[in-house]
């Protein structure tokens, strides 16, 4: 067992069942006969996103991937964030549902719905797994929300400390240990 971690935040049951739940809900508000684009924003949302398309079973939707790095250091978000690799296709008039690993100032989402929101979509929903509810700086409507978290660092079901744990079925707290030491570099 890693000794920075502490396990079972949020085990891998508990993923399942909530992730099949908001990819029903996301189901049930699909508007009649239109074709939703989900976005997934990587690296962090890429497992989550995974689980939650293949969750919505036979519907018919559509996938693309942008990835964004934010300034900053590994556990605090500065709300400057840069597209690195951007959606591939236009999505004026489209029903685009985006979908991030976790809210923690909404800087970043709220920056995010800002530059989808210029383009014009029919409808723009945002799902998150996680919310760190405490740690809001800014205000963003959230339409799904997986779990509301602790104002502590998570890692694992996609979620990384420099680039580790992403590959783990569950979430667990990284101990402040791990990273204070390093914290002034
Ligand atoms: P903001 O503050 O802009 O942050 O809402 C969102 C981004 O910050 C990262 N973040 C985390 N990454 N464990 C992580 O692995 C965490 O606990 C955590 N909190 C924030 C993440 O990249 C997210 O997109
Ligand atoms: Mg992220």
């Given amino acids: 067992m890693e000794p920075s971690l502490e396990y079972d935040e949020i085990n891998y049951n508990d993923l399942k069942h909530r992730v099949k739940m908001l990819a029903q809900k996301i189901v049930e508000d699909i508007p009649e006969g239109e074709i939703p684009l989900m976005v997934c924003v990587l690296k962090g949302a890429f497992v989550f996103f995974a689980d939650l398309t293949r969750d919505m079973g036979d519907v018919m939707i559509e996938t693309e991937f942008m990835s964004v790095s934010s300034y900053g250091d590994e556990q605090t978000s500065s709300g400057v964030v840069e597209i690195t690799q951007d959606i591939g296709v236009n999505i ?57 978290i602790e104002n502590v660092f998570v890692v694992g079901y996609g979620l990384d400390y420099a680039g580790h744990y992403r590959n783990h079925p569950w979430i667990s707290v990284l101990k402040e240990s791990a990273y204070k030491d390093t914290e002034s570099e």
């Fill in 92 to 148: 004026a008039g489209r029903h685009v549902i985006l979908v991030e690993d976790i809210v923690d100032t909404g800087l970043t989402l709220n920056y995010l719905r800002d530059i989808l929101l210029r383009r014009e979509p029919a409808s723009l929903r945002i799902c998150v797994l996680l919310d760190k509810v405490a740690a809001r700086e800014v205000e963003v409507p959230i339409d799904y929300i997986g779990f509301e």
